[in-house]
């Protein structure tokens, strides 16, 4: 988790609040995701970044948003929570080298979330 | 679309070998990954194998790929109770992404 800080770790929020999630690197990585992992289901994409200003949808996207303005910083915002949002969430960085690992991406230590 | 598939639990006892596979869809992935996930922890890089392999190792850990029948596995030798965790799959589809397995949950009795 070096080099990777997830805030908060753990937060309890009610249904139709809206919600921020931040992860910081200090490892200077172009590009930054977040998964959320729910039993069953390993880990899914929600969004990632490839640049600053620069994001992309990943598998379950409905119902969150992105931003970067800065490379250390990707937030994640859930504009109205809802219950089925309840999950851990996941930060990950990679520098994106072809050589020697490739994609291999490096995980922050998570941010539980529950939704009442 | 996408699926990667894993078994879910796999238990051993300490001192055997452990293997876990998966088996992934698509068939241009250059590279294959695997991590753990420890109790209340994040995704740790254990290896990875690239595509053009079909063996490689890493002290006690063996990679396994079978392109053909698009089959990876992980073996662990002489597993020890530090090796219970959650093990991930992953197949790389392209422009810098991971597309996970379920995980398999491993669970080493002494």
């Known amino acids: 988790d070096a080099g990777i800080t997830q805030s908060p770790r753990h937060k309890v929020t009610e249904t139709g609040t809206p919600v921020t999630l931040r992860c910081h690197q200090t490892?200077?990585?172009?590009?930054m995701y977040w998964y959320r992992q729910d039993p069953g289901h390993g880990l899914r994409l929600i969004h990632y970044s490839y640049g600053v200003k620069d994001t992309d949808k990943g598998e379950v996207s409905d119902g969150y948003s992105v931003s970067r303005s800065k490379t250390e910083d990707f937030l994640l915002t859930l504009e109205s929570a809802t219950s089925s949002q309840t999950s851990v969430y996941f930060c990950?960085?990679?520098?994106?080298?072809?050589?020697?690992?490739?994609?291999?991406?490096?995980f922050g230590p998570g941010t539980r979330l529950l939704v009442l | 679309g996408e699926d990667v598939e894993q078994s879910l639990f796999l238990s051993v006892r300490e001192g055997d070998s452990s293997v876990i596979n998966c088996t992934y869809t698509?068939?241009?992935?250059?590279?294959l990954y695997w991590y753990k996930q420890e109790p209340g922890a994040g995704l740790q890089l254990l290896t990875y194998i690239f595509s053009n392999m079909d063996m490689k190792q890493d002290q006690r850990l063996t990679v396994l790929l079978n392109k053909k029948d698009k089959h990876l596995s992980l073996r662990i030798a002489d597993t020890q109770t530090g090796d219970s965790a959650i093990y991930f799959c992953a197949e790389t589809p392209g422009g810098g992404k991971l597309i996970f397995g379920q995980g398999t949950e491993l669970s080493v009795k002494p």
């Open positions: 698509d068939s241009s992935s250059t590279y």
């Open positions: 490892e200077n990585h172009r590009y």
């Open positions: 990950a960085i990679s520098d994106g080298a072809r050589t020697g690992g490739a994609e291999t991406q490096y």
